[in-house]
């Protein structure tokens, strides 16, 4: 199994402020990193599919980046509606999630 | 707009069995792969089981055995049939749906499914 490692796990940020997750796997992941939100009580959202390809009707303040075994995703300006918890995912081999970055309001 | 829609969750008793059911609506469940996955506090997002549109079926290393994931393309809805249901099962179960294998592009709203005495 593909452990994924999610830092920080928290991260305090104004609004307008840019945000950078990271996400460290346990080996390469050849394709099919993605990132989701999740916002209480709601599922999760895909935003990034395959390292760096918005899903529709994500915003371009999101970008994701990244090879190997290290991604990064990018807010570039906080939202108010973008505070919340956010998971890596792989389907290189069989899928798993980092343990989420909570990005809450300073 | 997709839409999947679970029902079936609820407070069942250790050993018993049940199943989730996912109805979709602006997604063909036959045409597209299918999955159920599962988020605890403790353990987080867990990827239970995925469904090809061939029917090829695939389940976790360690849930195999107690997890039958199914489809029925006349009502367009998806399942998980869960057996021997233990405390550890306790979770939100959500269905999700993708044009891709090991990817979740939709995702209903989720059930809450305790397993207690």
């Known amino acids: 199994e593909i452990v994924l490692t999610q830092s920080p796990a928290t991260l305090s940020l104004s609004p307008g402020g840019r945000a950078t997750l990271s996400c460290r796997a346990s080996?390469?992941?050849?394709?099919?990193l993605g990132w989701y939100q999740q916002k209480p009580g709601q599922a999760p959202r895909l935003l990034i599919y395959d390292t760096a390809n918005r899903a529709t009707g994500i915003p371009a303040r999101f970008s994701g980046s990244g090879s190997g075994t290290d991604f990064t995703l990018t807010i570039s300006s906080l939202e108010p509606e973008d505070f919340g918890v956010y998971y890596c995912?792989?389907?290189?081999?069989?899928?798993?999630f980092g343990q989420g970055t909570k990005v809450e309001i300073k | 707009e997709v839409q999947l829609a679970e029902s079936g969750g609820g407070l069942i008793h250790p050993g018993g069995s049940l199943s989730l059911s996912c109805a979709a609506s602006g997604f063909t469940v036959s045409s597209n792969y299918i999955n159920w996955v599962r988020q605890t506090p403790g353990k987080g997002l867990e990827w239970i089981s995925i469904m090809y549109p061939s029917g090829d079926t695939y389940y976790a290393a360690s849930l195999r055995g107690r997890f039958t994931i199914s489809r029925d393309q006349s009502q367009n809805t998806f399942y998980l049939h869960i057996t021997s249901l233990r405390t550890d099962d306790t979770a939100v179960y959500y269905c999700a749906g993708a044009g891709r294998p090991n990817r979740g592009d939709y995702w209903g709203q989720g059930v809450l499914l305790t397993v207690s005495s």
């Open positions: 080996q390469s992941v050849s394709c099919c």
């Open positions: 995912q792989q389907g290189s081999h069989w899928p798993t």
